[in-house]
Each structure stands twice: as C-alpha cells, then as structure tokens.
C-alpha cells in the first residue's frame, strides 16, 4: 500500500538545523511531485517547499526562502528538506506529500520544536 514516512524531526535551539526525510513506498514515486507542509497549532496547514518530478525548479515559501532546501532521490524514493537557521516561528508538524494528476498522498508528519 502507498506510504509515506516522514522522519527527521526533533527539538532544536533556534539558530540550528534539522534534515528532514520523507520515505515513499507503494506508488511511483518518480512520477510524483513532491511538498513539503507545515502546520502550527491553530493556523492551517501552509505550504513550505515543492519540487518537481525530476529535482529541477523548486520553490519556496516566503518565510523559508534562503534557510530551507527540498531535494529528492528518486532512486531512494525519498525527498528531503534541509533545515537551517532555524526559528520558534518554524515550529510545527512537518508533512510531505505526493501528487500527479490523478493522487494525492499524505504522509502523517513529524514535529519540529524550536525553542530555547
């Protein structure tokens, strides 16, 4: 069956880093495009990074740009979000999903605490 495995997360102190990975089983994962999402208690889920099928033009949020960047193995069937300079305003559950044109898939988070 499809899957997604988020891992990664954790507490940090701001400033620090985290890399988070997201594992895909069950789908073609080569054909998929790839997110990442976040959301903070009491806010909606808000888009952080998408990648296309094949790695190429990713983009990002505005509060992310220059600290976050999404890569994807698509021999590993894996996406990957790295995390750096981190603020307590990142802090939220972490999602990656998979999309075509015909599916929508979610993985079911990992939380990133940053807090001093």
């Known amino acids: 069956q499809v899957q997604l495995v988020e891992s990664g997360g954790g507490l940090v102190q701001p400033g620090e880093s985290l890399r988070l990975s997201c594992a895909a089983s069950g789908f073609t994962f080569s054909t998929y495009r790839m997110s990442w999402y976040r959301q903070a208690p009491g806010k909606e889920r808000e888009l952080v990074a998408a990648i296309t099928r094949a790695g190429g033009t990713p983009n990002y949020a505005d509060s992310v740009k220059g600290r976050f960047t999404i890569s994807r193995d698509n021999a590993k069937n894996t996406v990957y979000l790295q995390m750096n300079s981190l603020k307590p305003e990142d802090t939220a559950v972490y999602y990656c999903?998979?999309?075509?044109?015909?599916?929508?898939?979610w993985g079911q988070g990992t939380q990133v605490t940053v807090s001093s």
């Open positions: 999903k998979a999309r075509n044109n015909a599916f929508t898939y």
